[in-house]
């Protein structure tokens, strides 16, 4: 029981967590929705040195991403933006595997936890004689709470991983269409003849 009363503790601990996690990155990013819309709109005008003021002052994980590429710019502004999009996203998965984890073992905790008492019980029966078969009822009886327990610590769980997964796929999607814009919104204003180079 032990066991599975830390799986069910660290399990719910990483879902708390994720979810304040979700919720600051959604608030986050809806509350600077404009500032994304400006370094965007900047970046396609080839003001590149104001698109990143612009970035670092706005905190959204978005812009975290936009100001992360255009400080690299000159070394790759491609490849910078990629890996700063697949660290936001790293971010938000982190603990989901531990939860996955928490899911898998608690219910397998509880079938040893029943195996081993069921065990224990016809040991005790062996010894003292099958004289009163509601020893063995009793017995397995509780030797079978581990198997419940660990069936609802994986239940309470699964429900929260799974919001999770859905909402990590839906921010991955957005993400990865908001950075394509502001990608070409980039390649937009170093393309302009009017406007100087981003460089």
């Not at 003001?47 to 790759?76: D, M, Q, T, W, Y």
């Not at 859905?166 to 990608?183: D, I, W």
Request: hydrophobic share 50%; glycine share 6%.
């Amino acid at each position: 029981m032990w066991p599975i009363l830390l799986c069910s503790l660290m399990g719910l601990t990483v879902a708390f967590e994720r979810f304040l996690t979700f919720w600051k990155y959604a608030f986050a990013n809806r509350y600077f929705r404009s500032g994304q819309a400006e370094v965007i709109a900047l970046a396609r005008k080839g003001a590149c040195e104001e698109a990143l003021a612009v970035a670092k002052k706005a905190e959204s994980p978005i812009c975290r991403v936009f100001a992360a590429a255009l400080e690299n710019r000159e070394a790759g502004f491609k490849e910078t933006l990629e890996a700063a999009s697949q660290q936001a996203i790293d971010r938000l998965r982190r603990g989901l595997s531990l939860m996955d984890t928490v899911i898998t073992a608690s219910p397998m905790l509880g079938i040893l936890g029943t195996v081993t008492g069921i065990i224990h019980t016809f040991h005790a029966l062996n010894v003292s004689g099958m004289e009163n078969p509601a020893v063995a009822a009793a017995g397995i009886s509780e030797a079978l709470i581990t198997t419940a327990a660990g069936l609802i610590a994986a239940i309470a769980c699964l429900f929260p991983f799974n919001y999770f997964v859905a909402q990590l796929a839906r921010r991955a999607h957005e993400l990865e269409q908001v950075v394509h814009h502001f990608e070409i919104a980039y390649n937009t204003g170093r393309q302009q003849g009017e406007a100087p180079p981003c460089a």
